[in-house]
């Protein structure tokens, strides 16, 4: 699993007008080429009445998984355009789609170039992009009497608070970085001077607003 990587915020849309064309760019992210291509299929669906809906998706780790279609647009102006934004940015497993209306005006293939990927780079602003961190989740149990310095000082460290347990004991679950995971402990048995029973739980992946 990679430590962290950038991906789209979420399902969105953004539409901007060039020379009487409307450009509509629809964007979520995909784990999987099938999912991919279900988005694609779903938007052509909304817009079966446009001149073009071009896409372009990068899935996996490594970006293993990539494509561009113009959709009827000359070669290599809209799909290779829409990629080259999603790479540009980082991103991975995202997908773009640009429904395109024509307004009439012929933008020729530099046109059609800068629109395409206009269209996709407004959208991500609008939209949002997001850093994907991969955590372990530490989890600490305590007496209740400890609870009140272990929150305050957990508000205050490095370490991102997670959820709070109020059982027989209090189970306090933290995000910690990979690679953090000894610093922590240690920093929670000084913090609880031995007193918390400290162990690993599962990785997961926190989002941060970039």
């Not at 609880?192 to 989002?207: A, F, K, P, R, W």
Request: charged share 25%; with cysteine.
């Amino acid at each position: 699993m990679l430590s962290h990587y950038y991906t789209v915020k979420g399902y969105g849309e953004h539409e901007i007008s060039i020379q009487k064309s409307r450009f509509i760019c629809y964007l979520t992210r995909a784990e999987t080429e099938e999912e991919a291509q279900a988005f694609i299929q779903e938007i052509k669906k909304k817009h079966w009445d446009a001149a073009h809906n071009c896409s372009a998706y990068l899935i996996g780790e490594q970006d293993h998984i990539q494509k561009a279609n113009d959709d009827g647009e000359p070669s290599g102006t809209a799909g290779v355009p829409i990629l080259e934004v999603l790479k540009k940015r980082q991103l991975k497993d995202t997908v773009a789609v640009v429904t395109r209306y024509f307004g009439g005006i012929k933008l020729g293939a530099g046109g059609l170039i800068r629109a395409y990927g206009s269209s996709v780079s407004e959208a991500l602003n609008e939209i949002g992009i997001v850093e994907r961190k991969l955590t372990r989740v530490m989890h600490t149990k305590i007496d209740y009497t400890w609870l009140g310095k272990v929150e305050n000082e957990l508000r205050n460290s490095r370490f991102q608070l997670k959820e709070i347990h109020y059982l027989d004991t209090v189970e306090v679950e933290t995000f910690t970085e990979e690679g953090q995971k000894e610093a922590f402990t240690e920093w929670m048995t000084e913090l609880t001077n031995g007193q918390g029973e400290i162990y690993s739980g599962i990785q997961l992946y926190v989002e941060i607003d970039i």
